[in-house]
């Protein structure tokens, strides 16, 4: 079948800035820029066992090897052996003991990466091996726990579900996630004058990259700086772990005055980088003969691996997105979070909000199923009111709910009830394959449920020359944000996109700045652009009668009529009053007026108090659906993907074409979670398949036969950039509704008598399986 990419690109926004750069090949990476003099290439020495006492570390022989130059253990770091963003629970290189393999051990640096890799191999290790936990069940019967559990709660849960006509539980399990960013874990480190020390470093937070390598050193941030140009993905994989290839390269330079390259194999990198959080859920839904659903309660049991890194903030999204779009009386959300001795989990892409999400919608499904009912009708009755119905658990109300108009939108657009004929029909004709199909909304909490770190700064320069520059604290990623920043700078300030450049981040320029994250990098950065230009604005206005009165002799300029629009500087009651942009800064420059301006902002009126369990954590909410219809082989388990249908909103777009590759990237992406990305370690705790060959993410021949997406219109956005909504991570979990047509599909086997078995991810040999149980189940 030919491919149909149904959604327009319109050809008046302006292309990512990387465009061209990337098909041609001439896009700089950090491992593109030039070695430089005297350069040493870096290797690390990891841990071969999962928990253990580390008796001895012999370096002598490596040493000796021609061409090392320096191996660093735990002894030799002159700082804090300390890189744990939230709790200090994270050892820069083990001291002691061991907690997973894959922990670093020792830095290793040499005239080349194949001596440095062969040193490694000669550090002679002697651990005291100890009995690892791997998997959550290990770790509920051991307790070890990383931190009391958390709750939120409303009504009366326990006493409605006793009283609940219907009553289902179950448990549910949702699976890790690599990120497969395709530039792997990178720094170069290249020491200065004194202690100065400057990364390049493919980091999601410079800031606190900064921060890690000054704690590390022993030195003050004012001495570190970090700059990235832009990442190769990151996905959240880099909002932490890149600190760590930051400190090991810095320890290095440190120790020998040379610049060091510490850059990740994709083996290594797949390896001893934490993925996204393995959940298993326990929960109980209590509901009436419509499927009004009356109470839930779950417990989500997260693996956070060794350490805790980002885990009790990606619980807490979970918990804050357990409901989805459902408007529940009584409802309990326990979060558990579990150590286990692999290496530990980070962000990813959603941050928990899938995993929550997941669960209540495959109960949804099963009420469905034993109701006889359709899910549709079921989720449309409990979806959030407008006017009633609309607080969440954690008390916030929600506003401006697009839930009912997308909805019926998608419902239409997709075809969905005709398509659900043709897919039963199709089953009733085909024994060996069979159809399904699905739709699920997505409500997304907007905001890092961490409140202060909703702020973000920008430094503008306009040169007397008319050109400008825009430095912000965001990271380019692949997302577009910095052509989202020009975007914005340019319609803020009322010129062309040509005039502006986008400089890399770099923490000298803008200082304490938040991980590019939680999908509000543009929300943020954006505001702070956006109120530079504001304080520039004003200054040239205040110039302004001046200049345009000595070009214009006789007229007179009042401040207030002053515009600024089309590289141009006029006076909005007499329009032939007017100075280009370039002559005007100039003019400007020499009557000593200050062009330059440092922007600030922070999100207004959110906060949450985590011991209660409320508060308004987000600034506002997004809303998507997704329809997908597949087609599933029962002997081999092949899923094929036939058609999905998505519409999302991002308020007033400020560029549709990078937001549609957000939701499309989004959405395939998620489709690798449900289906075909599954994370094996033997009982070792060594990760088993760590190279493209065993671990399969999407590919072009996932991507659906035909795939509509379309962003919602009419949709401005109060109180956000441009009236714009974050688009980054919302549209990930769509993808569950090709996991629920997958589910479809098995359960049309008895005719939807019996409920399939099916976990995430439903990899082809878990399809099977569920399809074999199915054929035993009783109807
Ligand atoms: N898109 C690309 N191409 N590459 C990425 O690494 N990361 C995602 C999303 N989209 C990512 C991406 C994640 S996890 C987040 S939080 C957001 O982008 C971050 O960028 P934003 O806040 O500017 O949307
Ligand atoms: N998302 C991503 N990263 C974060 C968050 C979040 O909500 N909170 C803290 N770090
Ligand atoms: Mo995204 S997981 O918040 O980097």
Redesign the pocket.
Known sequence: MKKQLKHTISHHDPVHDSAIKHVQGTTVYIDDMPAQTGELQAWLVTSPVAKGKIKSIETGEAQMIPGVHCIITAREIPGGNQMGP?FHDEPCLADGHVHCIGQAIALIAADTFEIAHHAASLVKLDIEPETPILTIDEAIQHNSRLQPERRIERGDPDGVLHSCKHVLHGQFHSGGQEHWYLETQICLAVPGENDEMTCYSGTQHPSETQAVVAEVLGIGRNQVVVETRRLGGAF?GK?TQANHLAAWASLLAAKTRKPVRLRLTRDMDQSITGKRHRFQSDWKIGFDDDGHIQSYTVIFNADAGYASD?TM??L??AMLHAENAYFIPNIRIIGNTWKTNLPSNV?FRG??QPQGLAVIENAIDMMARFLNKEPNDIRKINFYGIHDRNTAPYGATIKENRLALIHEKIIHSSEYISRKKLVDDFNNFNHDVKRGIALIPVKFGI????AF?NQAGALVHIYADGSVQVNHGGIEMGQGLNLKMLQVAAAELGVSIERIKITPTNTSKVPNT??T????GSDLNGMAVKNAMDQLKTRIKSIAPEILEELFPGKKVLPENVVIENDSIFDSTQKEVCCGFEEFCSKAYLKQTHLSAAGYYRTPDIWFDRPKGVGKPFHYYTYGMSVSEVEVNLLTGRVKLVRADLVEDAGDSINPMIDKGQVIGGFVQGLGWVTTEDIKWNKEGKLLNASPDTYKIPTISDVPVELNVELLENAYNDNTIRGSKAVG?PPFPMAVSAWLAIKYAIASIKNHKAEPMLSIPATNEEVVLAVQRMNEAAE
């Open positions: 939230v959240g909002e980002l903030a990606i807490e999204r962000a941050f928990g905001s890092f449920t961490t770190l938040s991980a994250a939680a999908s509000s991570e």
